[in-house]
């Protein structure tokens, strides 16, 4: 079951300045649909990988299936003695996903650097629902390999019909599809906490924000989804 003994954190207040640097907490940015949306503020907080890797998100989601990312991620996010953060709406994505794994009566599995992605990942181009912890990419549920069109195109209707929430990209290989997972989101979905409030923040939005979540992205990441 949920773990409610998570610590949740606002970012904004309890994070060191190093951290607010690699996860932009509140920051107004421009998304690739041309939109302005503000980054999550507030985070579930795992001390270690370790702790990620036994807390409940879901009754068959762990935490550390929405935070398990390769290299592209920001070391500071990656290192295993180090706190490991994940926006508030995760739990919502993995409330949705379990509806989903209870259907297919087998395991869901998802892609590394499939789930959460802080805004200095360097898959974060310009910003998608992968930056609020509300989207994952799926490669595979029980046997099935999600790397054709017909699998990849069941599952997406199966978790339409389960809930009005996912958005499921179609399959094809040009911008706002995938030809090798099952991209589900929820949307740019953001919690505030009951003791807390978003009204405030630390600097007051940018006239012009920022086209792209990462500065330092690869040639061709912004089509990654």
């Known amino acids: 079951m949920p773990d409610h003994r998570i610590r949740v954190v606002d970012a904004l207040v309890d994070l060191s300045d190093e951290y607010r640097e690699v996860l932009r907490p509140g920051e107004a940015v421009r998304c690739r649909d041309g939109r302005v949306r503000r980054l999550p503020r ?103 390999w999600l790397d054709e069109g017909a699998g990849i195109t069941r599952y997406a209707e199966l978790a339409r019909e389960l809930s009005p929430a996912f958005r499921a990209l179609p399959f094809g290989n040009a911008a706002g599809q995938t030809d090798d997972h099952l991209h589900l989101d929820v949307g740019y979905v953001t919690v505030v906490p009951h003791d807390r409030s978003d009204e405030d923040q630390a600097e007051p939005p940018r006239e012009e924000p920022r086209a792209d979540a990462n500065d330092g992205a690869a040639d061709g990441a912004g089509n990654e989804e």
């Open 42 to 144: 507030f985070f579930y907080e795992f001390p270690s990988w370790d702790a990620a890797k036994e807390a409940d998100l879901a009754p068959d989601f762990k935490a550390w299936e929405f935070l398990d990312v390769d290299v592209r991620e920001h070391r500071l996010l990656r290192m295993g003695d180090r706190p490991r953060y994940l926006p508030l709406a995760t739990a919502l994505l993995a409330a949705q996903l379990q509806l989903l794994r209870d259907r297919a009566g087998t395991y869901v599995h998802i892609s590394a650097n499939g789930g959460y992605r802080s805004p200095s990942h360097r898959l974060s181009g310009q910003p998608t629902p992968h930056n609020w912890g509300a989207a994952a990419n799926l490669y595979r549920i029980g046997d099935d």
